[in-house]
Structure formats: C-alpha cells, structure tokens
C-alpha cells in the first residue's frame, strides 16, 4: 500500500513539473517584440529572448510579429522563479498560447516561435528555464 501510494505522490508531482503554468491572461498591449501586457498579471518579457529594439526597423518587425499573434489571445504563463520581477516592472515568463478550446498547448511555446521565425534571438539567460530543451 505505501509504494502504491509513493508511486502515486511520484506521478503528481511528475505532473506538476511537466505543466508549470503558473498564471495566464490575455494580451492587451504590446511594447515591443518580446515584452508585452498581460491583463490581471502584468508586463511579460518573454524569458530567454531578446528583440530588436522597436526605435530600429527590424524591431518594427518584431513587435508587429508579436502583435499580429499575441494581442487579444489568452496565454499561459511558466514564471522564472529564479529571477523574479525585472528592473522596469517585467516578469521574465515562458509563454505558451492556447488549443482551440482554451487549454494551454504545451507545443506552442511563443519564445520558441518567435526566435525560429527570425524576429528575436536567443539569448541564454540566468534563469530556471534551459532553452535546448524548448
């Protein structure tokens, strides 16, 4: 009975690492390519990523990238533990948009998507998150 309940406590906690969505809401700005407004949280700066900034013409095409694709969308929030709120009110996140039916998918993480499509890059930062393993 205690491995089956060990057993069991293993599978939760399993669980619980495997989907650390920690918050969610919905985009109501963007500021630029990788940092935005999240209605009932805050201001998001995507972990891990780094855009142009919006004075250049690439960092035009960033933000509009991020706004075309996030604003007005429900996303789910995975928050950096490690670094907490940023200098300029930011929470370093990973960010991950939702399945049809208003679920987060895992498979859509906006961090990954945003740097495969050229519009920011990575940038490995001190955080919890590892982005070899996006």
């Known amino acids: 009975m205690r491995c089956l309940i ?10 619980a690492v495997a989907h650390p969505l920690e918050a969610s809401g919905r985009v109501s700005s963007i500021s630029s390519g990788d940092t935005f407004m999240v209605d009932g949280f805050g201001l998001v700066h ?8 919006v004075h250049t013409p690439d960092g035009v095409h960033s933000k509009a990238f991020t706004m075309e694709r996030l604003l007005n969308v429900q996303v789910f929030l995975d928050i950096d533990n490690v670094t ?29 998507i ?10 490995d930062d001190e955080n919890e998150f590892d982005p070899a393993s996006w």
Not at 114 to 123: Q, T
């Open 114 to 123: 945003i740097v495969e499509a050229g519009f920011a890059n990575l940038h």
């Open 6 to 15: 060990a057993c069991a406590m293993i599978l939760l906690v399993a669980q």
């Open 84 to 112: 907490g709120y940023q200098p300029g009110g930011t929470t370093e996140c990973l960010v991950y948009l939702s399945n049809p039916d208003g679920t987060p998918d895992l498979r859509r993480l906006f961090n990954r």
């Open 46 to 53: 995507l972990a891990d990523v780094r855009a142009p900034d």
